[in-house]
């Protein structure tokens, strides 16, 4: 950084707990994940894009800015994995909150209620929604998305990654992670089976909360 130049401070990324303890995923989320992914998924594979944020964020604060360029530089290589894990630890922020629920979907009136007026049936979202989270990448997500600065409805989405695809001001919903390390230590390749077991362990009461605070 050339002398004299402000410092741009650095911003700490924290790592957000999820909605039940992790003795208590072992049992909720059993019937989507082996006990051992839950553990590994979370504190090893999601705590890793938050500690990488905040690895990049600390380089940022000393990084010389006036060394960028369209081909390769320090600062665009730090721009570029600070969005990537930006999203990865967003994504599985709102997996774990989605899941570990029984299926029950007299806990999410309000966006039921909109996923029939957009889809306009329950089982025309859950096959378009099945759709895009097995034609993703072997690293990817299916995502339920709510369009709000363009089309103010619901999508369904597929991201390669954490992010190739996103739809800018899209607020996600619902995220199935189809990364491979999500599901192969219990169902080997069978993607389509944990999605359908992931499904019938939607929490649709969080989700429904998550969809009356940010989008309506």
């Not at 998924?41 to 894009?49: D, P």
Request: overall charge negative.
């Amino acid at each position: 950084m050339p002398i004299g130049e402000k410092q741009i401070m650095a911003y700490e990324w924290k790592f957000n707990p999820r909605p039940y303890s992790d003795e208590e995923a072992k049992t909720l989320l059993k019937d989507v994940v082996s006990p051992e992914t839950t553990d590994w998924h979370y504190n090893t594979h999601h705590k890793g894009y938050v500690t990488f944020l905040n690895n990049i964020e600390n380089a940022l604060e000393a990084v010389d800015r006036s060394k960028a360029n369209g081909n390769y530089s320090e600062v665009g290589e730090l721009k570029r994995r600070l969005t990537w894990n930006h999203s990865g630890a967003l994504l599985h922020d709102l997996y774990w909150e989605c899941l570990g629920g029984d299926g029950d979907m007299n806990k999410g009136k309000d966006i039921i209620k909109a996923i029939e007026k957009d889809f306009g049936s329950l089982d025309n979202w859950k096959a378009d929604f099945k759709a895009c989270a097995v034609a993703a990448k072997l690293s990817g997500w299916g995502l339920l998305v709510y369009d709000k600065l363009y089309s103010g409805r619901l999508i369904n989405v597929f991201v390669d990654e954490h992010q190739y695809g996103a739809i800018w001001g899209g607020i996600p919903l619902i995220a199935c992670d189809v990364f491979e390390h999500a599901y192969y230590h219990k169902d080997g390749p069978g993607r389509v089976k944990y999605i359908d077991n992931l499904m019938n362990n939607l929490h649709w009461g969080r989700i429904n909360d998550r969809f009356n605070k940010f989008c309506k």
